[in-house]
């Protein structure tokens, strides 16, 4: 297992509400990265936390926010949602804010699924 | 245009074949290669970084071209634990890691 542990696993909301998903990195890693993972598709960068500031952001609307906090565990808010914001949403922690390696270690994800 | 593109797949192959997946990138400024694997309905993993002079691990072995932007994946003997999707990602700087659509491999006995 990678350590990154996700809650919750599965989620269900209607359009118009909205969602925090929370993630706790392993142990030792300062940064966390959110991805969306829509079925069939590769995951989609959001945006990435290195110390309590947004280090990075993809193609994603404001209505997703995000924050880490000083233990450096994560979270990811989405205001306002849509039907298309049905998918996997993953987190992964690495050391530093690309890691030297490039990995980054995923947790399962919390899918999302809007009514 | 896709930042990372890769073959659609899906790719069905017997025990023991060889299969190769491609991938192209279109950021010229991409720093660094992964491929990572995704079992069905689980995370992502990394498979394996990609240096520019190729590199081999055991069966599999990963090739860039940075003129063409272009990145391949090869394994050989295919396992029947090798059925998984495979993701080509790329670097452009500290803080973006881009995945491609993953190509879906399932061998056969």
């Known amino acids: 297992e990678t350590g990154v542990t996700q809650s919750p696993t599965h989620l269900i909301k209607t359009r118009g509400q909205q969602v925090t998903l929370r993630c706790s990195s392993q142990?030792?890693?300062?940064?966390v990265s959110w991805y969306q993972q829509a079925l069939g598709q590769g995951p989609q960068f959001i945006f990435q936390?290195?110390?309590?500031?947004?280090?990075g952001r993809g193609n994603f609307p404001p209505r997703f926010s995000g924050l880490q906090f000083p233990n450096y565990s994560s979270e990811l808010n989405v205001n306002a949602l849509e039907l298309d914001d049905s998918a996997l949403y993953l987190c992964?922690?690495?050391?530093?804010?690309?890691?030297?390696?490039?990995?980054?270690?995923f947790g399962e994800g919390s899918r999302l699924t809007v009514l | 245009r896709k930042e990372v593109e890769q073959d659609p797949g899906p790719f069905n192959v017997p025990e023991g074949a060889t299969v190769a997946f491609n991938c192209t990138y279109s950021n010229s400024a991409s720093q660094s290669f992964f491929w990572y694997r995704q079992d069905c309905r689980k995370e992502p993993k990394l498979l394996m970084s990609v240096y520019s002079s190729g590199n081999e691990d055991g069966r599999f072995t990963a090739q860039l071209n940075r003129a063409s932007q272009y990145i391949s994946l090869l394994i050989r003997d295919s396992k029947l634990s090798d059925s998984a999707t495979y993701l080509c990602v790329v670097k452009a700087n500290n803080n973006d890691m881009r995945f491609g659509a993953g190509t879906r491999l399932t061998v056969k006995p």
């Open positions: 992964a922690s690495s050391s530093g804010t690309g890691g030297a390696t490039g990995e980054l270690f």
């Open positions: 142990s030792g890693h300062n940064t």
């Open positions: 936390y290195y110390r309590e500031e947004e280090n």
